[in-house]
């Protein structure tokens, strides 16, 4: 069964911290890998998405990296600030034309 | 604005009760998809078009949800008989699907109370 992981489920850290958000899949045949954020009661953002031929992408403060053979990818956040706090969702497509599968997502509070 | 917009925003309707949402997808892009996200979850792939035809449904999708998507345009989704346990944040998302890419981006979702 193609099942994603993300853990934590929660996590608070300090303004200005450097963080890592973890997300794993069981199966490692997979056609790209997208990571989201969503505030509370919205819809989702597209962060980073990467193909699976691929071992990472950046985008401002964010970086997202992806090891197939392990079934891992990770969401590295610098220097973090308050508005960052949201949930952090992972997904992944198996299928160029397919359903995203999705992780239970990570919590992320950042304190001032 | 031109990103995947959704109507209704917020819908609260009684059990037994029909409901029907709409989708507008990012113009020129020829896939949509519906996803369902209850509390503290992620959300759960529903049922996928590319154009106008219907490529894929979860078994999630039973035989009281349907979904539309006339002319490859809009689509919608029709709940019937509504079920307290069909309260949930309905998404929409569409992407451009070329040799090589896809990218799915989401609307701001439909929040469902059946009460």
């Known amino acids: 069964k193609q099942e994603v992981t993300q853990i934590p489920a929660a996590l608070s850290v300090p303004e200005g911290e450097n963080l890592v958000l973890n997300c794993s899949f069981t199966?490692?045949?997979?056609?790209?890998l997208q990571w989201f954020r969503q505030d509370p009661g919205k819809g989702l953002t597209s962060l980073l998405l990467?193909?699976?031929?691929?071992r990472e992408q950046t985008s401002g403060r964010l970086n997202a990296s992806l090891d197939k053979s392990s079934g891992r990818s990770t969401l590295y956040i610098a220097a973090s600030q308050p508005g960052d706090s949201a949930t952090y969702l992972c997904?992944?497509?198996?299928?160029?034309?397919?359903?995203?599968?999705f992780g239970q997502g990570t919590e992320l509070s950042v304190k001032p | 604005d031109t990103g995947v917009s959704q109507d209704p925003r917020h819908k609260i309707t009684k059990r037994g009760q029909n409901v029907t949402f709409r989708c507008d997808p990012i113009s020129e892009h020829n896939r949509l998809y519906w996803y369902r996200q209850t509390l503290g979850q992620g959300p759960e792939f529903l049922t996928y078009f590319q154009n106008e035809a219907q490529l894929e449904k979860s078994r999630l999708l039973s035989d009281r949800f349907s979904a539309e998507r006339p002319k490859g345009s809009f689509s919608t989704l029709e709940i019937q008989r509504t079920e307290q346990g069909d309260s949930a944040m309905y998404l929409c998302?569409?992407?451009?699907?070329?040799?090589?890419?896809?990218?799915?981006?989401f609307g701001p979702g439909t929040r469902l109370t059946v009460l």
């Open positions: 997904a992944v497509l198996y299928n160029q034309g397919g359903k995203l599968i």
């Open positions: 199966d490692s045949a997979i056609y790209n």
């Open positions: 998302a569409s992407s451009l699907a070329i040799a090589g890419y896809n990218e799915q981006f």
């Open positions: 990467i193909q699976s031929s691929q």
